[in-house]
């Protein structure tokens, strides 16, 4: 999408490496200071009570501080409705900067610690981490316009800037706390990802009028990533489908977390976080939900196995699935606690109810017959 010119520094979805990368560079640490100020010169403090959660409406817990929206006011911005910045040329210049660091010595980022790696924490790490717009449920960029330039649509949540409309002032730049929103030089308006609706919506033919996923989803060769498009009910709440995959992993699994939770714009993007990263750099980062996550990934249900495989299984959003039990395949020990894999067959279904994907736990062997020995 974004090769034409004045898009060239527009990557609306990049993989940065943590915790020294980030595109823009700092955009994250450069808000949690702003955040931090907000909350110092208003006398309050951001923690998460974990203690008050409950499975439907508050699967974290409370976040008792305050969201980008409220720490504006208290900042003394009245200006602006959302507390942000515009970063600058230099901050936009490297999207690769820091790939594949890893933390050093102590407060040195050019000698490793050479102590061995163990979990549950590896004294060397760093993580990879996908970003891009995570079409918002309250999207900052959008209260952030004085044009109204930007809405996000009823039927499939996805967030747009309507070009016409855009004059571009960059108060959206400004305001999404993950600066996925760009000002192109060229047009003198502000762009941003638009989740490849044209796919969501079944117009591409591939997929026979069924949703299909946006291309960043589908071009990972690592299999890390699914979407899915989930129910909203008369309360805003997600309806109840333990058989959708997303809503299974998000909400009874509660394996996918959302990205810094305590900026408020309720993110849709969730993350399944990384196990050998220091726990509170995580918890920074993913909320209060991480340790439960990784305890109940590294012992993943039998359930929650099989859905994992649906992975790119297919490029036709996955609306239902269903597991066909297997036999027992593997056992072993993991932190002192018996686990057993089971080869079950997990099968995905499309909007309409067609079948889009079969795939078993065990991965098929296929093994090459001898007369192409050696041959591609
Ligand atoms: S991630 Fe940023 S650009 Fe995307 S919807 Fe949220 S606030 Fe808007
Ligand atoms: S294609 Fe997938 S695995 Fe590869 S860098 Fe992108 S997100 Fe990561």
Redesign the pocket.
Same mark, same amino acid.
């Given at each position: 999408w974004t090769f034409s010119k004045g898009q060239e520094y527009m990557w609306w979805n990049n993989v940065e490496t943590k915790p020294y990368g980030g595109y823009p560079q700092f955009w994250d640490t450069r808000l949690l200071e702003l955040l931090d100020g907000a909350h110092q010169k208003a006398g309050r403090e951001a923690v998460w009570d974990a203690s008050k959660k409950e499975s439907k409406t508050r699967p974290y817990g409370v976040f008792d501080g305050m969201t980008v929206f409220e720490a504006a006011r208290a900042a003394d911005r009245r200006d602006a409705v959302v507390l942000g910045y515009e970063p600058t040329d230099l901050e936009w210049r490297f999207p690769n900067i820091y790939e594949d660091t890893a933390t050093g010595s102590k407060d040195r980022r050019d000698s490793l610690n050479l102590e061995p790696a163990a979990l549950p924490e590896h004294a060397t790490w760093f993580f990879y981490l996908q970003r891009l /717009?995570?079409?918002?449920t309250y +999207? !900052? /960029?959008?209260a952030a316009c004085p044009r109204r330039a930007i809405y996000k649509r009823g039927e499939d949540g996805i967030?747009l800037i309507d070009q016409k409309r855009c004059r571009g002032y960059r108060k /959206?730049v400004a !305001?999404? +706390?993950?600066k996925? +929103?760009m000002f192109r030089a060229t047009t003198r308006v502000s762009e941003? /990802?638009i989740a490849c609706y044209p796919r969501i919506e079944g117009k591409d033919e591939l997929t026979q009028g069924e949703p299909m996923e946006t291309r960043c989803m589908a071009a990972c060769v690592g299999k890390i990533r699914m979407q899915g498009l989930v129910g909203i009910g008369a309360d805003g709440a997600w309806v109840e489908q333990r058989d959708n995959p997303l809503y299974f992993l998000v909400k009874v699994e509660k394996v996918a977390l959302p990205l810094y939770p305590q900026f408020g714009?309720e +993110?849709n993007g969730y993350y399944i976080p990384p196990r050998w990263v220091p726990r509170a750099y995580l918890r920074q980062m993913f909320g209060p939900g991480v340790d439960e996550a990784i305890e109940r990934y590294t012992r993943p249900s039998r359930e929650l196995l099989a859905v994992l495989q649906l992975f790119r299984a297919s490029q036709t959003v996955i609306f239902r699935h269903e597991i066909v039990q297997g036999p027992k395949v593997f056992e072993t020990t993991v932190d002192g606690q018996k686990w057993e894999m089971y080869n079950d067959t997990v099968i995905g279904y499309g909007r309409s109810g067609k079948e889009v994907a079969r795939v078993t736990v065990e991965e098929p062997r296929l093994v090459r017959a001898d007369k192409h020995y050696n041959s591609i």
């Open positions: /717009c995570n079409h918002c +999207p !900052a /960029c959008l967030v /959206c !305001a999404c +706390p993950y996925k +929103p941003k /990802c714009t +993110p």
